[in-house]
């Protein structure tokens, strides 16, 4: 927070390194200059920035980018496509040599494009739980695919056994699937039964989405774990958490949430 | 204007310091570089710069931020959200001195959000007036608040009254309130009323959505004053205005708008 | 491509300068420092990039920034509007000046517009050919325009027939227009029409929208020229091209399309 400003009464937010009110950003392809402005401003705000899907295979200066990630004191991880790319191509072994050269200490375990037996990706998450802070993700990345919410309930609970840190509701970089509707409406009653099952702060909601922000901040408070937010949204969703926008000016207080019964 | 490129006819556009045709940028967050980089390519048409809505009191490097507006020669300016914010929480006093500290030289008044008698409004409007320049803002940020056009038309008049130099037209950053509707359409009768009673010089449409633009140029020419234009938006809407774009290509001329007597 | 990384089996692309999978960048007013962006983590990507509709006429550095892009290996052009504006001021003999001042190698003749009659479009295309490598466009930025598709097949073969290097086919920076429907949907039938008469490879598909490169992607493979790609769309749509992102993982192959039977 800018030391000039100091005045308010505003939520709680807790430190870095932090295990709630998690920021995690999408990068889709920024240069260093671009990462570098982005601290600038919000480098506070941040906690773990997302290479979206495989894009860090084809991003000029990828080292140099992961290098500038770690002495900003935040953790990269590469997209869950990535990582499926490789399962589907029989070429893991050379995605766990590709990542630890570069020296990341996260990894994303999805499939939310290939089909993979679940107990298969609970394997493959106890395996990177061993030597990585595992990201895993569940959800489909086709808007059409509709899961039970006790499946969803089911999947987070055995990823989360199995070594997993967080566990990712998908929702795309668009935020039109899994537990979002295609035109972006959030599936309130599929979080209210994830929610009601799993204790929230293992959970990271993608919401890139400025509604579904408003949404999970007025639902869950100030310290919800979000994700797939667009750099240049870091700011704007650090001001729906402090209820320094219209949106959230009225229900978020430094007591919490004001309206969690309205789920 | 590049001075490579001035063989066309184009529409007068009066120089900076102006009183009409402004261009007012909204920044959610921008660094230094970013700020740099919109001035290098497009400074001559920006006029005023507002820190949207509570993002000042967190974002990185305000302190610089507001210098190097101010030596831009371009005014910044609090969101109205932010005075709202400190108008809740009884902390104007605090308020008015950080901003003095800033240096700013501009405010504004709003009401989009919380509930303010329009009376008391008024004398913050006239309080501020003797000290700043003063930015009202008519219009709720709550899309399904829908307004009388006559009540638009009396506090707009009663607030250049008390002392505004201009008053804004809400619409949020998406664009999706105040004077437009949920999907972004302008209310052309409700504009058309507001218009015939107010000079329209006095003020200043939000009008993010280039749609949006396009509508306000054709109808009141080049020289019409919008509001909360992205940073990347800058230059495609002085094109617009300059007829340099499809849209108004054949519509604006250097004789001002064509179809005024269309709406 | 990062040299980090190259253990994927991945559809083949071919090297700068290229005649197919030619990427098409649009810049409606970036900065020195944002082109360097740009380029210094996907340069190698980018065989285009249009100065948007009018912007270069206002844009300031723009001679800089001409230099620069030569400086990079990429051609910049100047929008089909500037043109029409010139055309229809009667100001052409200026504007090539202007562009030769520039040092500028592509134009683009388009008439999306003005009313031009096609046999006059066609000798400004074999006048320009002469000395300049010609980008002509088909279709009308009127998204209420809808043109028989012989008429598009016509219009495409004659103006390749005049000298045109590749014809582009309309969308706008929105793509709502021309083979596209009002909302972004792919107009598939005339997209097949076309090019059952007419070379791919002679076609620049405007293509702003995801869902419109995914489905280019899937229909004609990695190497379809696709056009009007936003900066920041340049590393996404090149992990479409490769199958590394969800849409195309498990439909692109190094073969080529899977799906080429399905339009």
């Not at 402005?37 to 991003?59: C, P, Q, R």
């Not at 072994?93 to 590709?98: N, S, T």
């Not at 729906?240 to 229900?251: C, F, H, K, M, V």
Request: hydrophobic share 40%; with cysteine; glycine share 12%.
């Amino acid at each position: 927070m800018s030391p000039a400003a100091d005045f308010l009464n505003l939520p709680e937010r807790p430190a870095k390194p932090r295990q709630s009110g998690l920021t995690h950003v999408i990068d889709k392809g920024l240069s260093l200059r671009q990462v570098e402005d982005m601290f600038s401003t919000s480098g506070e705000f941040i906690d773990i920035v997302k290479l979206g899907w495989g894009t860090a295979y084809v991003t000029g200066g990828l080292e140099e980018k992961v290098r500038l990630y770690e002495s900003l004191g935040v953790a990269a991880v590469l997209g869950g496509t990535f990582w499926e790319a490789c399962l589907v191509q029989g070429k893991l072994a050379e995605w766990k040599g590709f990542i630890s050269g570069l020296g990341l200490r996260y990894v994303e375990v999805s499939d939310g494009t290939v089909e993979l037996p679940h107990a298969q990706k609970l394997e493959y998450i106890a395996e990177y739980a061993e030597d990585f802070t595992v990201l895993s993700e569940v959800g489909s990345k086709d808007a059409d695919v509709v899961m039970a919410p006790y499946r969803w309930v089911e999947m987070i609970g055995a990823e989360l056994e199995a070594g997993a840190w967080k566990v990712i509701t998908e929702a795309r970089e668009s935020g039109t699937a899994g537990v979002f509707r295609g035109d972006g409406e959030v599936r309130t009653g599929l979080i209210d039964e994830i929610a009601h099952a799993v204790d929230v702060n293992r959970l990271l909601f993608e919401a890139p989405q400025k509604s579904q922000q408003v949404w999970f901040v007025r639902t869950f408070g100030s310290n919800v774990n979000l994700g797939n937010i667009p750099p240049e949204e870091v700011i704007p969703l650090e001001t729906l958490r402090l209820g320094l926008r219209g949106d959230t000016l009225l229900s978020v207080t430094s007591d919490g949430p004001a309206d969690r019964e309205g789920i």
